[in-house]
């Protein structure tokens, strides 16, 4: 069959992925507690999911140099769909746990491979990769909106209805991805798998564009946790009503498909760099204000603008981070940045409580804030060295 290009091919099976994503939503939890699943058994499967992602990201990684990106990816989302399809029909707390492992190995493989497939697809050009992650920004967005609206009106009927629906996305991105996607490698054969995984590390282990760029991850952390875990409970005491949640939310996806859509009309005059330089100390102050202001409407406008922030910068640290990593092992060392800064991220989770429960939710936020500013400052260093 014709293959199709990198662009409509990385679109195409990206938007069956987000799809898959966004439709099992906040309905996975509701149907396991539909089956008398206690939340400790929930926060078990998710456990059991991230130690299995942890575990297996960095070799699978390698996997995706050695034998094909396309064929990794594709893989990995069968898996995650087989997963989901297993969760929707079955109530044993065995088989339930069994699939979320299968749903954490399917990440792994996951990890570290469709980005740079795209990459190396189309030969490196930075500006035609940031304006295809930023196309996808305004896309997730789009689809998030819509798939809220399909999974609440099918979950009336059933609600393992989103979550079977979810399942067979993933298998149909599968299938789609190794029908329309040319095959592209790291080493490909031309080195053992051992060898792949060793001289990733030590890619890691020499160049210092990384070591900044892992500092500024790691100071970043505290702000996306604070963000992400809290956002909603800072717009509570601000008094936002429980209810109303649900209207805000749909509200915070499509800003992000603005922000997708800013992050296309800026790569065409500006360099990703330029906008990973703007963006990140942005954040930052954000972070810091919402730990300030006490007015709802205010925090309301600042959480808007916050993830419209994100998906401006997102593009561009997906393009900056792929041209630091060579080519034949590009997603080795993707998946293992991944399994750090998932470390990274189980820390920021755990020392923003802590300082959350000392401080006050808003001194968490303006202490994750400064620290985002301190990121800016070893971004700026990993650019000039790079």
Known sequence: MKKISPEKGYILVSSLGAWMTHLMGPYLTIWLRSLGISFAQIGFFQSVSSLLTFITDFPTGGLADRYGRRLNYAVGI??????????????????????FALAGI?????SGTLTPWLYDAIKGDKKRAHMVFSRMRIINGILGTVAGFVAGTISRYALNL????????????????LLFLEENYGHGKAKPYGEIL???????ARERTLHYLLVASFFLSFAGRSFF???MVLAKEAGLRESSIGYVYPLLILSTSFGGFVSLRLSRFMDHRKILAITTPLMGLLIIAMGIVKGLLSLLALITLFEIIIAIRAPAMITFRNELIPSPIRSTVTSALSTIGGMFSMLANIAVGLIADIFGLGGAYVVSGILALFASLFLMMAIKHS
């Open 229 to 231: 875990m809290f956002w």
């Open 198 to 204: 060793k001289d990733g590390l030590k890619h890691i």
């Open 106 to 110: 399917g990440s792994a493989f996951m």
């Open 162 to 177: 989103p979550i079977l629906l979810a399942g067979i996305c993933g298998i149909s991105a599968s299938l789609l991805a």
């Open 78 to 99: 069968l898996l995650f769909g087989v997963s989901l399809i297993i969760i929707a029909c079955s109530s044993s707390f065995f088989i339930i746990a069994l699939a």
